[in-house]
């Protein structure tokens, strides 16, 4: 439980310094080093999918994140941090945070399996009935793609849809000069 | 006609001018050995995603980043040769189109959308083994290729840097 609050520490001590630099390789390293401390908090949390999705996309994401953003001669942050917009972005994080330890002190104690409590809830079912109905060792997989296929095919429509956009924005041949007639 | 050839000459339709080249010998003796590696590696967790940890998605992201480390490693010019940008955008569709068929190949063989048909009528398998679980193995595959595809072109799309009228190639 202890490195819990360990990786939490680190997490937030990264998430402060991805702010406050001045320098965005710092900020994207630091952005790096948040994924994986999540990672590794997912794998202590016995969630070997999450964590291996978590780290990969993680990884991929900064290579992208530097080659959308060092390229373009863009590497210091300038500028001053307006008042105004400021305060009313920390007021709202902070009612947030009340609103959040209110909800926080109604839950069960941490690691207590609360729908093992009510009978035939979906998780319960799920875990009693996945090797039979799907066929599937890892329940997950058998979750995601059998019980919930159709929230699969939601997310895969989302990523092809993203992906199709930003293609057409970034093309190289999609800038055109005011002088030159159309074709 | 001076102002109309001087526009011609400034319009960069073939213009390129390559930046760097790629790494040092070093990295590309490496990168030309672990790309394998990283590629088998992805096509394990995508295919046995219904047995261990993964899915389609995690080997997906995987497969498509031993491709980003040859167009770090080499250059952007190596990795086009290869697989060129018209090929990547028809496997990324040709993933969207077999998940697709797949669901609607539920209706057809079953009663309902995305029915496990295989695993319920014609080819249940054991459990464990590679051959089971239906219809989830061929979906994790449409995804993986899916999610490969689409993150090798998005991070080809963004190796491409124009500035003002000049595009550069890094």
């Known amino acids: 439980m202890i490195i819990l609050y360990l990786l939490l520490l680190f997490m937030i001590i990264a998430a402060i310094i991805a702010v406050e630099t001045k320098d965005l390789l710092s900020s994207i390293i630091c952005v790096g080093a948040i994924g994986t401390g999540g990672s590794l908090m997912f794998l202590m949390l016995r969630a070997p999918d999450i964590a291996i999705t978590q ?5 991929l994401g900064l290579i992208i994140m530097i080659r959308a953003t060092i390229s373009r001669d863009l590497t210091f942050i300038t500028g001053d941090r307006e008042f105004f917009g400021t305060v009313v972005s920390v007021v709202i994080i902070f009612v947030i945070f009340l609103a959040g330890m209110e909800v926080l002190e109604t839950l069960p104690d941490f690691g207590t399996p609360i729908f093992a409590k009510v009978e035939g809830s979906p998780s319960q079912i799920y875990i009693e009935n996945g090797l039979k109905d799907t066929g599937a060792a890892n329940v997950i997989a058998g979750i995601i793609l059998d ?13 092809f849809t993203s992906i199709l956009g930003a293609t057409v924005i970034l093309r190289a041949k999609s800038r055109k000069l005011v002088e030159e007639p159309d074709k | 006609m001076e102002q109309e050839q001087q526009n011609s000459n400034t319009v960069q339709t073939g213009k390129i001018s390559n930046g760097t080249k790629g790494m040092t010998v070093i990295v590309k003796t490496i990168a030309s050995w672990v790309k394998v590696l990283i590629f088998l590696f992805g096509i394990n967790i995508v295919l046995f995603g219904h047995l261990t940890p993964g899915g389609g998605f995690a080997g997906g992201v995987i497969l498509a980043s031993s491709y980003v480390l040859l167009m770090l490693a080499f250059g952007r010019e190596f990795v086009e040769e290869n697989l060129p940008l018209p090929l990547a955008s ?13 669901a ?14 295989l695993y319920q009528k014609y080819l249940p398998g054991q459990p464990l083994h590679l051959v089971s679980a239906g219809i989830i193995p061929l979906a994790n595959i449409a995804i993986g290729l899916k999610v490969g595809a689409s993150l090798f072109l998005i991070t080809l799309m963004l190796s491409i840097s124009c500035k003002g009228r000049e595009c550069r190639f890094e």
């Open chain 1, 55 to 59: 780290i990969v996309v993680e990884v």
């Open chain 1, 147 to 159: 019980y919930r296929g159709y929230d699969t095919l939601g997310e895969a429509t989302v990523l």
């Open chain 2, 90 to 102: 028809k496997l990324d569709c040709l993933g969207a189109f077999m998940f697709a068929l797949v």
């Open chain 2, 104 to 117: 609607i190949l539920g209706i057809v063989f079953g009663g309902s959308f995305f029915l496990n048909f």
